[in-house]
């Protein structure tokens, strides 16, 4: 499981790689720092960051769930939209990078997938890397009926649900697909 872990990891490395680049936070991440992305690195192009590592740790996570749990299901359809990425048990598990966008759209799509997943018997629940989201967003999730977990309370859901400590397997890969070498 933790080559297939990697193998992803790895992949999204040789993409940064090859990413030509066309200010404020200084925060980083364990996803940040597996790559070797500072904070101005990541300046240079948010949204392009912001996308590709909110994609690279919904497949981590994805892969992870379908390795270590029996209940494990994909994500659900409502129409064309996918509320969550992945179901395991009675949770559904949508996963998020980051939660920075306030527009009223998606605030919307927040506060209606909740009961709708709610009403499919699941228990909707957000893994959410960062914590430094829109508040906003935040509250709409949580009016919507879902559980918002951030940062360190993420990684610890992640280990007590699956038995493997990712937050650790991060820790332990910094710097080892390093974009910038």
């Given at each position: 499981?933790?080559?297939?872990?990697?193998?992803?990891?790895?992949?999204?490395?040789?993409?940064?790689?090859?990413?030509?680049?066309?200010?404020?936070?200084?925060?980083?991440?364990?996803?940040?720092?597996?790559?070797?992305?500072?904070?101005?690195?990541?300046?240079?192009?948010?949204?392009?960051?912001?996308?590709?590592?909110?994609?690279?740790?919904?497949?981590?996570?994805?892969?992870?769930?379908?390795?270590?749990?029996?209940?494990?299901?994909?994500a659900i359809k409502i129409g064309?939209?996918?509320?969550?990425?992945?179901?395991?048990?009675?949770?559904?598990?949508?996963?998020?990078?980051?939660?920075?966008?306030?527009?009223?759209?998606?605030?919307?799509?927040?506060?209606?997938?909740?009961?709708?997943?709610?009403?499919?018997?699941?228990?909707?629940?957000?893994?959410?890397?960062?914590?430094?989201?829109?508040?906003?967003?935040?509250?709409?999730?949580?009016?919507?009926?879902?559980?918002?977990?951030?940062?360190?309370?993420?990684?610890?859901?992640?280990?007590?649900?699956?038995?493997?400590?990712?937050?650790?397997?991060?820790?332990?890969?910094?710097?080892?697909?390093?974009?910038?070498?």
């Open positions: 499981m933790e080559n297939s872990l990697k193998n992803i990891i790895r992949n999204y490395q040789n993409s940064f790689k090859r990413k030509v680049y066309t200010n404020e936070n200084n925060d980083v991440d364990l996803l940040m720092n597996v790559f070797g992305i500072t904070p101005d690195l990541k300046r240079e192009n948010r949204q392009y960051w912001g996308r590709e590592l909110g994609m690279c740790w919904q497949l981590l996570v994805i892969e992870l769930f379908r390795n270590t749990r029996d209940d494990f299901g994909a064309s939209d996918e509320p969550c990425d992945l179901t395991a048990g009675t949770y559904a598990i949508d996963t998020k990078y980051r939660i920075g966008s306030g527009d009223s759209g998606t605030l919307k799509k927040f506060k209606s997938y909740g009961p709708k997943l709610k009403e499919m018997g699941y228990s909707p629940i957000f893994l959410i890397v960062r914590e430094d989201n829109l508040p906003a967003a935040i509250t709409a999730c949580r009016v919507g009926g879902w559980r918002v977990l951030t940062g360190k309370d993420t990684f610890k859901f992640i280990r007590e649900f699956t038995n493997f400590d990712l937050e650790q397997f991060l820790l332990d890969n910094r710097e080892n697909f390093n974009v910038e070498r």
